[in-house]
């Protein structure tokens, strides 16, 4: 089923920006309109905040553009989008720890600071984006791994990232490049 889901969209225009608005009465959910369709997403598990930091589960109030992503080559074809799209592996992490010169940076593991890793077997990385939150001009302690990514469940709250459905993100990735801008409003 999921080679199919990713063999049967067509490629559509460019996206330049995705809208993530929250869902009314619900903190951890999200509406994403992406080119005029709109999708429900999972947001961090303690809603938007303007000001964020490392750990607080909390989604960026930003303006983010992609920058690239990562796939499970061992789960699903390459992605069909302008990103760079790059294989995750068992050796790759995501550092969170604010006081490494690695701090929100992808790295090899096994790794001596905290990080994430992204071969999960919960599927939420199998497709993951990297968005542009305190990564070009990082700030120690602003936040980490704020990724645009899959949700498993849609009652599952993310730690701070936005989740979209695997057939909305295929839909979506052959519609954005690199710079798209995903908008978290308030």
Known sequence: MIN??????????GIDAITVRGFPGDDDRA??????????ASMGRSGRALLKREGDGATPIARMSLLYGFYRAD???RPRTRLVMKPITASLGWCDDSGNASYNR????????????MMR???LYDICLVMDYNVRERRR???????FHLKADPERPTEGCVAVGLRDMVWMLERVHRGTAVIVMP
């Open 4 to 13: 199919s889901v990713m063999r049967n969209h067509r490629k559509g225009h």
């Open 31 to 40: 509406l994403v309109n992406v080119g005029g369709r709109v999708f429900s």
């Open 75 to 77: 789960r699903l074809p």
């Open 106 to 117: 992808p790295v090899t593991l096994p790794f001596s600071g905290g990080c994430e890793q």
């Open 121 to 123: 077997e919960d599927g």
């Open 141 to 147: 302690n602003m936040g980490s791994a704020i990724f």
